[in-house]
């Protein structure tokens, strides 16, 4: 006998909370198609020269060899870590096919062979979506995702979250006044500051060469960005003499001011100067977020700009804006916060119970009527089965209501109804069936 387990930081979801991700998957995608993003789709295997294209640690991809494969093309390929990489050979592969601004929306699983720990996975589920332009990419791109990002996590099962918002050249600037020489590495620890604790950032500061001053001075800024609201944060930068910074500073204003237009609430988004994804290639305004009650389980969705999307697969620039929402990520912190209350194991509302051969015809038609209703629902399958187990099943499986059928019911054209969840009994006529549950 072989033994039955997975693979490690892959998962199985039993039937409740596959439920609760179906359901999920659906509202972002609704709130995606609301803004216009087109579904696309992609392999889930790429060749390997595509996959090492653009910032991948090879270290974190998982390689597909088939041995003795004839065509060397498809000798070595790896599952996608992500799905912007495949959205840059997509773009430069149908470049003349596609209609300018191309807002797509890409939601699927992704696989990443990184050290697995608390809310990451080794496969996992990616909301992405993305504008992409053949020319300057204007600044209300980066106002429409991230009001669509918005837009999906309020219509999802919990509220207190909040978008971090910035422009990456705000850090820069900052680190470039302190003279610091490695900003990249510089700012890959200020990425850190919601995991490790003070002392432990401090370690890492000297680590990149940082003296006291430095360190005191960055500690100083992330203090001050944590304690003042957006306005106070865009009035205190407004008043530098630094032309740059203004300019970058317009930007920011632009889009957080529209957002607000935009009926964006102000207790969800806040600008953070200390935002700025450590990838150095990222351009302009990133975002993270956070849920508000556990910062420290990572960000369940970020975004940001980059100006030139496919360089590696063509010579024409696209300029380009994305967002994605962790899906497999946000249901995991929130499991864990035991957020996640509708365990409900089923797709059916209704069971109909199956005893009696004489009123089968009978059960079958209300089976049909509650279909064509558009009423998820179903009956026993077996007909021995003794009425108490039949009622155990359903109310195992948190179907909400049980419908009773007997001879001496049929006689008078009523049935019972039952609200297990409720614990309640009525007696209704088949032809109010229908609309006693939907009522």
């Known amino acids: 006998m072989i033994k039955a387990h997975a693979i490690s930081w892959f998962q199985d979801n039993l039937p409740e909370f596959q439920l609760v991700e179906e359901k999920y998957k659906d509202i972002i995608k609704k709130n995606y198609s609301l803004s216009w993003f087109t579904p696309i789709d992609t392999p889930v295997l790429e060749r390997l020269d595509v996959l090492l294209s653009k910032w991948a640690d090879d270290n974190e991809i998982y390689w597909i060899h088939r041995v003795n494969w004839e065509v060397w093309d498809d000798k070595w390929l790896g599952l996608r870590f992500d799905l912007t990489v495949p959205l840059a050979r997509y773009v430069a592969m149908y470049e003349w096919e596609l209609t ?76 470039e006044t302190l003279e610091i020489s ?34 005191s001075s960055i500690f100083e800024f992330i203090a001050n960005w944590e304690q003042k609201t957006s306005e ?27 957002l607000i237009s935009l009926w964006v ?5 806040k600008i953070n100067p200390a935002i700025s994804r450590w990838l150095n290639y990222y351009t302009g305004t990133v975002f993270e977020t956070f849920i508000t009650w556990e910062e420290k389980l990572w960000s369940i969705s970020s975004g940001w700009r980059y100006e030139n999307l496919a360089s590696n697969f063509t010579k024409n620039s696209y300029p380009w804006v994305g967002g994605s929402i962790g899906l497999t990520r946000l249901l995991s912190v929130l499991n864990n916060l035991w957020k996640i209350t509708t365990w409900s194991k089923t797709t059916s509302d209704v069971m109909i119970v199956n005893m009696w051969e004489d009123t089968l015809s009978w059960n079958l038609s209300i089976l049909k009527d509650l279909r064509n209703s558009w009423i998820n629902s179903e009956i026993y399958l077996d007909s021995d089965t003794k009425i108490q187990k039949q009622l155990k099943y359903a109310n195992n499986k948190n179907i909400r209501y049980v419908i009773i059928c007997g001879p001496e019911e049929f006689d008078n054209w009523i049935v019972q109804l039952k609200n297990l969840e409720l614990w309640e009994q009525i007696e209704v006529k088949i032809s109010d069936i229908v609309k006693n549950i939907k009522k």
């Open 232 to 258: 106070e944060l865009l009035e205190i930068y407004s008043q530098s003499s630094n032309e740059l910074l203004k300019t970058w500073l317009k930007e920011l204003k632009f889009v957080y001011e529209n």
């Open 100 to 175: 300018f601004p191309f807002k797509r929306q890409h939601i699927s699983r992704v696989y990443r062979g990184e050290r697995p720990q608390k809310g990451r996975y080794r496969e996992f589920y990616q909301a992405d979506i993305d504008i992409i332009w053949n020319g300057k990419l204007p600044l209300f791109a980066d106002v429409e995702i991230l009001t669509t990002i918005y837009n999906s996590l309020r219509e999802l099962d919990f509220w207190d979250f909040v978008i971090n918002i910035n422009n990456k050249k705000f850090l820069e600037w900052f680190l």
């Open 265 to 269: 609430k102000e207790d969800y988004i």
């Open 182 to 215: 490695d900003i990249v590495w510089t700012i890959s620890i200020i990425d850190k500051k919601d995991k490790l604790r003070k002392d432990k950032l401090q370690e890492l500061f000297i680590w990149v060469w940082l003296n006291d001053s430095q360190i």
